[in-house]
């Protein structure tokens, strides 16, 4: 079995449901003394964290990801659901005068977010987490305490493990040194399209460069689709179609997922980026993130049914 090395956040979800629209209760003219509250309709606690939520999918894909993180002394039940779901916690580093990681998550009915989030034992100096560990065959770094991001882009490049780089939240932690750094080192970057945009301003290149620096970039458009660019080409994913769209937070985490079973795979990056798009879905179709399921038979049904093509999990 491959060995996929999960770095990234690792919190417990606190997401709420806003039956109206930001937009109307936020005068752009007094965004300056900005005061507002909004009535929750519905509020759900669960497990997440961008590392939780990529090891999560994997698992539904039927991989047992190596899941690197910090926690704090309140992880048990969290630890138990993992547990459960076959992934392995043995590089998960548990601080006990800390809390786990928490976000607070607010959606309107444009699936716009407003989120607030306690760092808990995310923002611990650990950086050992990566050390003995062997013949891995790909890693991802996903959002999390920005110094030991740029640890796991020296070991990785160091111990020659091809990774992805998912700055995503971060970019604006990360100093521009080290967001060249890892892109330079990356085997593949993902980010959404006003990620990749802050990636240009911030480290002062053009999106030519940027495309020509990594081997496989992704730039997800929410429900548009995505684009995958390598080789000076572009490889445009069409959505697929959700049944519904009840909450569309972990739809990213969702995405990565399928990308990297497509990339250890082998498999064109067509089917691998339609794969990703459609697992996300299935997260947007649930409230919370580590909340959908789905088996191999399910998930190769609706991938005929999007994109009339066949696909073997």
Same mark, same amino acid.
């Given at each position: 079995?491959?060995?996929?090395?999960?770095?990234?956040?690792?919190?417990?979800?606190?997401?709420?449901?806003?039956?109206?629209?930001?937009?109307?209760?936020?005068?752009?003219?007094?965004?300056?003394?900005?005061?507002?509250?909004?009535?929750?309709?519905?509020?759900?606690?669960?497990?997440?964290?961008?590392?939780?939520?990529?090891?999560?999918?994997?698992?539904?894909?039927?991989?047992?990801?190596?899941?690197?993180?910090?926690?704090?002394?309140?992880?048990?039940?969290?630890?138990?659901?993992?547990?459960?779901?076959?992934?392995?916690?043995?590089?998960?580093?548990?601080?006990?005068?800390?809390?786990?990681?928490?976000?607070?998550? /607010?959606?309107?009915?444009?699936?716009?977010? $407003? +989120?607030?989030?306690?760092? @808990? =034992?995310?923002?611990?100096?650990?950086? *050992?987490?990566?050390?003995?560990?062997?013949?891995?065959?790909?890693?991802?770094?996903?959002?999390?305490?920005?110094?030991?991001?740029?640890?796991?882009?020296?070991?990785?490049?160091?111990?020659?493990?091809?990774?992805?780089?998912?700055?995503?939240?971060?970019?604006?932690?990360?100093?521009?040194?080290?967001?060249?750094?890892?892109?330079?080192?990356?085997?593949?970057?993902?980010?959404?399209?006003?990620?990749?945009?802050?990636?240009?301003?911030?480290?002062?290149?053009?999106?030519?460069?940027? /495309?020509?620096?990594?081997?496989?970039?992704? $730039? +997800?458009?929410?429900?548009? @689709? =995505?684009?995958?660019?390598?080789?000076? *080409?572009?490889?445009?994913?069409?959505?697929?179609?959700?049944?519904?769209?009840?909450?569309?937070?972990?739809?990213?985490?969702?995405?990565?997922?399928?990308?990297?079973?497509?990339?250890?795979?082998?498999?064109?990056?067509?089917?691998?980026?339609?794969?990703?798009?459609?697992?996300?879905?299935?997260?947007?179709?649930?409230?919370?993130?580590?909340?959908?399921?789905?088996?191999?038979?399910?998930?190769?049904?609706?991938?005929?049914?999007?994109?009339?093509?066949?696909?073997?999990?």
């Amino acid at each position: 079995m491959k060995k996929i090395l999960v770095s990234g956040s690792i919190a417990y979800d606190r997401i709420m449901n806003f039956p109206g629209f930001f937009k109307d209760h936020i005068l752009p003219d007094k965004i300056h003394m900005l005061n507002v509250a909004f009535y929750i309709q519905k509020i759900d606690e669960g497990f997440g964290g961008t590392a939780g939520n990529i090891a999560y999918n994997l698992s539904l894909l039927g991989i047992k990801p190596v899941l690197l993180g910090c926690v704090g002394e309140d992880f048990s039940q969290y630890k138990e659901w993992l547990k459960k779901n076959n992934i392995d916690i043995s590089k998960v580093k548990q601080f006990k005068k800390e809390r786990t990681a928490s976000a607070y998550i /607010i959606t309107d009915s444009d699936d716009n977010q $407003i +989120t607030g989030f306690y760092p @808990g =034992s995310l923002d611990t100096d650990y950086t *050992k987490i990566v050390e003995k560990i062997k013949n891995v065959d790909l890693a991802i770094i996903a959002p999390d305490y920005e110094k030991r991001m740029i640890a796991y882009v020296k070991a990785y490049k160091k111990l020659k493990i091809p990774y992805i780089f998912d700055p995503g939240q971060q970019l604006t932690s990360l100093r521009p040194q080290d967001i060249l750094l890892a892109i330079k080192s990356a085997m593949s970057v993902v980010c959404n399209d006003y990620e990749a945009q802050m990636i240009i301003n911030k480290t002062k290149i053009n999106m030519k460069k940027f /495309i020509n620096m990594v081997k496989i970039l992704v $730039i +997800t458009k929410g429900s548009k @689709g =995505s684009e995958i660019f390598t080789k000076g *080409k572009v490889v445009k994913i069409p959505p697929a179609k959700p049944k519904n769209t009840s909450d569309p937070t972990g739809a990213g985490d969702a995405y990565r997922a399928g990308l990297i079973k497509g990339l250890i795979e082998g498999w064109p990056l067509e089917k691998t980026g339609r794969l990703a798009g459609l697992i996300s879905v299935y997260t947007v179709e649930k409230y919370g993130t580590q909340t959908h399921r789905f088996t191999k038979k399910s998930l190769q049904r609706r991938y005929k049914e999007n994109y009339k093509d066949k696909i073997v999990i």
